[in-house]
């Protein structure tokens, strides 16, 4: 008589995995991480080029605007095909080189600006290794905070371009810019986790969309980590 067979399955934190969606799981967060990490060395590669070249400032509103609309237009059409991943370099690079500008310019108006950037890099690594391995650990779900991060993330966006258009006529108002990248950095480490459980529980099968979510949060983490770091340890 033929019996059968069930898919094996593990309890995790009180939750059941079936062996299947264990191994469906490790293999995109495998695979995410992969495409993350090739998609930071080529950001930081076109950070360098831009620093040396030594852009304008100007130019990382300008790569951050095409950025965006990749993000918004490009990324979702392509994300299922192989064109996906070269899209991915597009944006990552793209960010990367509006990058370089913007430590240019924190090496350039503090003594200890290369101390700054190297401490926000060092403390954007740690924080982004640190809860990645607690998502994967715990394996816990955090698809709640989804709604909130999302209406956060608008919220502190909106009041980010509402400071610069006040900044353009003469208006700045810096406890708000600090108040803004205070925001973003918090919301970027509930974005890491959100998103990092969302691969490990497999809410989230693709691994291009997977890897540009992650890199966009680390890029305003450490984006954020910088001004505030600027602000308190910057020595003029």
């Known amino acids: 008589m033929n019996q ?9 934190g009180g939750r059941t995995f079936e062996h299947g969606a264990l191994e469906g799981s490790a293999k995109v967060l495998r695979q995410t991480y992969m495409l ?28 951050s605007v095409i950025s965006i609309g990749m993000l918004w237009f490009v990324v979702p059409r392509t994300a299922n095909s ?11 690079g793209l960010l990367g080189f509006g990058l370089g500008p913007v430590i240019n310019s924190y090496i350039g108006r503090y003594a200890n600006g290369g101390q700054i950037v190297m401490l926000a890099f060092g403390l954007t690594g740690a924080i982004f290794v640190g809860l990645s391995a607690y998502a ?4 816990k779900d955090f698809s709640f905070m989804r709604g909130f991060l999302v209406s956060g993330v608008m919220l502190a966006f909106v009041l980010s371009i509402g400071l610069l258009v006040a900044s353009m006529f003469g208006f700045y108002f810096q406890p708000l810019a600090l108040g803004i990248s205070a925001m973003f950095a918090l919301l970027m480490v509930g974005m890491i986790l959100w998103q990092t459980g969302d691969i490990v529980n497999g809410n989230e099968t693709n691994y291009v969309l997977a ?4 890199y966009v949060s680390i890029y305003n983490l450490f984006t954020s980590l910088l001004h505030l770091l600027g602000f308190a340890q910057g020595e003029e």
């Open 4 to 12: 059968r067979q069930y898919p094996a399955a593990v309890v995790h």
């Open 36 to 63: 993350l990490s090739a998609t930071l060395l080529f950001s930081a590669l076109m950070a360098g080029v831009s620093m040396a070249l030594n852009v304008p400032l100007g130019i990382s509103m300008i790569c």
């Open 82 to 92: 192989e064109a996906g991943i070269w899209v991915v370099f597009a944006v990552t």
């Open 136 to 139: 994967v650990k715990t394996r």
């Open 211 to 214: 890897t540009i979510g992650l």
